[in-house]
C-alpha cells in the first residue's frame, strides 16, 4: 500500500520534465526557422546563375579565358562544340535552338535574305537538326553560307559522318535553302534541296596540270582529307636501322579478293608479331569475276579500293619500290668501303613451313619469305595456318575501304535523303545452279518479291537494291510500289565527268580508271549496309543456303 502511495506521489514530476524538454525542442525549432527566414530574405548570393542574363554573361567572360583548355581552329569540330552557347549581348552567339529575332530596323518580311548574317546559318542548322533527327547523321562543321542562285536561296556546305559506319571518316555535303522573315522577325527555311544541290557552297574548280585538255575543261578539287601519298625509305642509315619483313610474290596473286585480303592481312600480322615493317606491294591483280573482260587484270592500285592513309596509321608498311631503291642505295654506299657497318644482312626463307616463332628472335634487317613451290604451298596465309594461328592475329582494323569508294556510298544515300530501306537479291549463276539452290531463281522472281518485300516494307518507301542481277528492268514489277534505286541509276557518281574519275586519275598518272566489278560489289553492299530496313536473300527471302543445300 506505501509502494502505490510515493508512485502516484512522482508521476505528476516526470510528466513536467516531458513537457518541460518538448518546449525547449519545439521552441528552438521556431527560432531556427525565423533565422533562416531572415537570411533567405535579406542576403543576395553571388551566384550568377540565380542572377540575370549579364551576370551569366560576365561570369563566363571572366572564367573562360583563364581556364587550362581553349578552343581554337585547329580544333576539329564535334557534336558537343554544337551546343548553343550561353546568352550574349552580341546578336551573332543566339542559341540554334530558339527563335533568331531580328533587330527592328530590318525587321522586313518581304526584305532581301543577307546569307553572310549568322542569324541565317542559325536557322538552316536548327532546319536541319529537325529533319535528320531520325537519321543516321551527325553533324560535325557548318562553312559559312552563300548566295544562291536567286534571292532568298542560300547555299550550305557542312561536314557530316554515318553512325552506322564504324569509322570517323567526314564527308561532305552541300544543299540550297529558300529562307525568309516571318511576321514576327524570325528567320525561317522554308524549303532544303536535295543532296549537293547547293552548288555555289562547293570548293572551286580547279584545272588538273596533269590533263592535255586542262584549257578545255575544268575538274573539281581532289578530297584534301585523302592522303595516300607513299611514305619514304630516308636516309641510308635509317633504312639499315630498320626492320622489314619481305613477301615475295606467291599464288595469291590474281585469285578472289577475299583470298587476296586474307593473304595480305597474315604478312601484316605476322609483321607486327615480329616487330617488322612489312614490305608491300601497291600492284593489286583483279580476278576475271570483277572484270569486263572476263581475264585476270593486274596493273590495279591497292589504293582503288582501300584506305591506303588509314594503314598507314595503323600498321607500319613501306611500299616495294620504295623499300627496294633503299635496298639499292645502301648497296652502293657500301660497295668497296669499310667501317660503315657492312651490308644489309637478309635471310632467305623459302617455305611457309618455317614458322612466325622460329624468326622471332632473328636479327638480320630483311626476312624475305619466297613463295616458289606450287599451289597451294606458295599461298600466303599457309604462314599463318596450324600453331602459328595461335600466335599472328590478323589485324582486321587495319584495312577500311577506300574513302573515294565510300564518297559514293554517302552521295547515293545522301540522294535518297538517308532515308531508305534495303534487299539483298542474289541471283546470277546461284539462281540457275538448281542442284544446288533448287528455289532461290523462282523465291527471287519479280512476283515473289513483291509479295514477300510488302510484308515487310511499306509501300513507297525508296528501295534500294543491292544485286548481281544484270538485267535491268527485272525489277520493274516493284516500281509499282516503292521508289527503286539500283546502282547503275547512279553512273553518273563515276563517270568521265564525276569528281571520282577525276580524283582516279590524279592517282594513277592521267590515265582513266575503270569502275569494275569489285567496286561495284563494294559499294553496292555499303549503301545496302546503311539501310533502314535490310531484307537479306538466305534469310528472308529463300529457304535455300547460303552455301548450297545442306550447308543451312
Not at 580544333?75 to 551546343?83: M, S
Not at 546559318?121 to 536567286?150: H, Q
Not at 561536314?159 to 511576321?183: M, P, Q
Not at 593473304?263 to 569486263?292: I, P, Q
Request: charge should be neutral; aromatic fraction near 12%; include cysteine.
Amino acid at each position: 500500500m506505501k509502494d502505490e502511495s510515493m508512485s502516484a506521489a512522482e508521476s505528476p514530476l516526470g510528466q513536467n520534465i516531458i513537457k518541460l524538454i518538448s518546449n525547449l525542442c519545439f521552441s528552438f525549432f521556431v527560432v531556427s526557422v525565423l533565422v533562416f527566414t531572415v537570411i533567405a530574405i535579406t542576403y543576395q548570393p553571388p551566384d550568377p546563375w540565380l542572377d540575370s542574363s549579364r551576370a551569366i554573361t560576365s561570369s563566363l567572360s571572366d572564367t573562360l579565358p583563364n581556364s587550362t583548355f581553349h578552343t581554337d581552329d585547329s580544333l576539329l569540330t564535334t557534336g558537343e562544340d554544337l551546343v548553343p552557347l550561353p546568352p550574349s549581348p552580341s546578336p551573332s552567339s543566339v542559341s540554334a535552338d530558339t527563335p533568331i529575332f531580328l533587330a527592328g530596323e530590318i525587321c522586313n518580311p518581304s526584305a532581301a535574305i543577307n546569307c553572310s548574317d549568322p542569324h541565317a546559318l542559325d536557322a538552316v542548322r536548327r532546319f536541319t537538326a529537325k529533319v535528320f533527327f531520325r537519321r543516321s547523321i551527325v553533324f560535325l562543321s557548318y562553312e559559312p553560307p552563300v548566295a544562291g542562285a536567286s534571292p532568298g536561296e542560300c547555299d550550305v556546305s557542312w561536314r557530316f559522318r554515318n553512325k552506322r559506319e564504324k569509322s570517323w571518316r567526314k564527308y561532305r555535303d552541300f544543299r540550297r535553302f529558300r529562307l525568309g522573315v516571318t511576321e514576327n522577325c524570325t528567320y525561317e527555311v522554308s524549303s532544303m534541296g536535295k543532296f549537293r544541290s547547293g552548288v555555289n557552297a562547293r570548293a572551286p574548280p580547279l584545272k588538273s596540270p596533269s590533263d592535255p585538255m586542262a584549257k578545255a575543261r575544268t575538274v573539281e578539287i581532289v578530297d584534301n582529307e585523302i592522303n595516300d601519298t607513299i611514305p619514304t625509305v630516308g636516309s641510308e642509315l635509317e633504312f639499315k636501322t630498320g626492320r622489314y619483313l619481305y613477301y615475295s610474290r606467291g599464288g595469291d596473286y590474281c585469285k578472289g579478293m577475299n583470298q587476296y585480303l586474307w593473304s595480305f592481312l597474315c604478312g601484316l600480322g605476322e609483321a607486327k608479331f615480329l616487330n617488322r615493317t612489312f614490305v608491300m606491294d601497291l600492284d593489286v591483280c583483279l580476278a576475271a569475276e570483277y572484270t569486263s573482260s572476263g581475264k585476270d587484270e593486274d596493273g590495279k592500285d591497292f589504293r582503288y579500293y582501300f584506305d591506303f592513309e588509314h594503314l598507314k596509321e595503323s600498321a607500319s608498311v613501306v611500299e616495294e619500290q620504295e623499300f627496294l631503291r633503299g635496298w639499292r642505295r645502301w648497296d652502293r654506299a657500301t660497295r668497296g668501303k669499310k667501317g660503315v657497318g657492312g651490308k644489309i644482312t637478309a635471310r632467305k626463307v623459302p617455305t611457309y613451313k618455317v614458322t612466325p616463332m622460329q624468326l622471332k628472335k632473328d636479327r638480320s634487317t630483311i626476312i624475305w619469305r619466297q613463295f616458289d613451290g606450287p599451289e597451294p604451298e606458295n599461298y600466303w596465309y599457309r604462314v599463318c595456318e596450324g600453331r602459328a594461328a595461335k600466335f599472328v592475329q590478323r589485324p582486321w582494323q587495319a584495312v577500311w575501304k577506300s574513302k573515294r569508294l565510300m564518297d559514293i556510298v554517302s552521295q547515293i544515300a545522301g540522294k535518297m535523303d538517308w532515308d531508305y530501306d534495303g534487299v539483298h537479291v542474289v541471283r546470277g549463276g546461284k539462281a540457275r545452279n538448281k542442284n544446288l539452290w533448287p528455289n532461290l531463281d523462282s523465291d527471287t522472281s519479280p512476283d515473289a518479291l513483291v509479295q514477300k518485300l510488302l510484308k515487310v516494307v511499306s509501300s513507297w518507301r525508296n528501295l534500294y537494291i543491292a544485286t548481281n542481277e544484270p538485267y535491268y528492268n527485272f525489277f520493274d514489277k516493284l516500281r509499282s510500289h516503292y521508289k527503286v534505286h539500283l546502282l547503275d541509276d547512279y553512273q553518273e557518281m563515276w563517270g568521265n565527268k564525276s569528281e571520282w574519275y577525276n580524283e582516279m586519275r590524279e592517282l594513277s598518272g592521267g590515265k582513266p580508271v575503270e569502275f569494275d566489278g569489285y567496286m561495284r560489289v563494294a559499294v553496292d553492299t555499303e549503301v545496302f549496309y546503311r539501310a533502314k530496313t535490310q531484307v537479306e536473300t538466305f534469310n528472308n527471302l529463300t529457304s535455300d543456303c547460303k552455301d548450297g543445300i545442306n550447308t543451312c
